[in-house]
């Protein structure tokens, strides 16, 4: 095992600049790269060079993480980072890119000579600040002393879900964990329209569900935002959210089940987003409950 690594992050954007400066952090070299240039230049502070395309980012790298929107917009960066990418570096792919995405990026990963491991994580911005992510991950047995260092760095934990990264169990297990935390913010924000329509104070809400098996730590913390609207910076963009509730619906669809609540939840997503709301903390869900229904691809009315 190196002591001293040198990583490449593509993709730095809430989770990845987090991750990015948590890896130099830890005293490794690391070379970022991001569509939007300016987004990335905060990181030399933290010691992080700043490459002007992918394949210079990836050049004599011993681990690539990427960290981009989606699956798509992952294997089109590696696509131009191909012409640098050494043979038996490891690949760290983060983006939560859903079930066939993931086996498309390890098929890439193959045709290159590239160790692939399915790594995605659980987490918004504060704990990804703060190096403490929940690792999921999938993939060979022999070389993992290469990506456990910056596992290390990005993480608090990580969760090994079997030796194959081309079978997405890591990208599997997400995206269930997901599903939970998705339906749990639409339900906060559906619960504060209501009381709000019903002319209920939040607070009896929350001092009758106190200390009872209803109460949750992360409802309060949703609602938290909503009500003392400290919506940005987001920790999880609606946008983002939104993307991630239709990979699930998606994989439910694909595997025959019905998932009615995910569906509602990108429904919830989308129109919040198309209201305006879409750079905003997932939490701004709640404002699809009031309003006109823009249609998929319209505005907000006013906006």
Known sequence: MTDKLTVSVLGTGIMGAAMARNIAR??????????????????????????GNPAEA???????????????????????????????????????????????????????GLVFYDAP???????????????????PVDGRDTVTPVFAAVGARTVWTGEDGAGAGATRLKLVANSWVLAATSATGEV??????????????FDAIAGGPLDMGYLRAKADLILNERLTPASFAVT????DARLIVEAGRRNGVRLDVAAAGAERLRRA????????????????????????????PGA
């Not at 992952?74 to 043979?87: C, E, G, H, I, S």
């Not at 504060?192 to 809400?205: I, S, T």
């Open 26 to 51: 830890a005293g490794h070299t690391v070379r970022a790269w991001n569509r939007t240039r300016d987004k990335a230049e905060p990181l030399t502070a933290d010691g992080v060079e700043i490459a």
């Open 58 to 112: 990836v050049a004599d790298a011993d681990v690539v993480l990427t960290m981009l929107h989606d699956g798509p917009a992952a294997l089109d960066v590696m696509r131009q980072a191909a012409p640098a990418l050494r043979p038996g570096t490891a690949w760290m792919q983060s983006t939560t890119a859903g079930i066939e995405a993931v086996e498309e990026l390890a098929r890439f990963a193959r045709e290159h």
């Open 121 to 139: 994580v659980l987490g918004t911005r504060q704990p990804a600040e703060a190096g403490q992510l929940l690792v999921l991950a999938a993939g």
């Open 192 to 205: 504060l329209a209501l009381a709000g329509a019903l002319g209920v104070d939040p607070r009896q809400f």
């Open 240 to 243: 983002t959210a939104e993307k």
């Open 273 to 300: 987003a198309a209201q305006g709301h879409g750079e905003e903390d997932m939490a701004a869900a709640y404002f699809a409950s009031f309003g006109e229904d823009p249609e998929p691809g319209g505005a907000a």
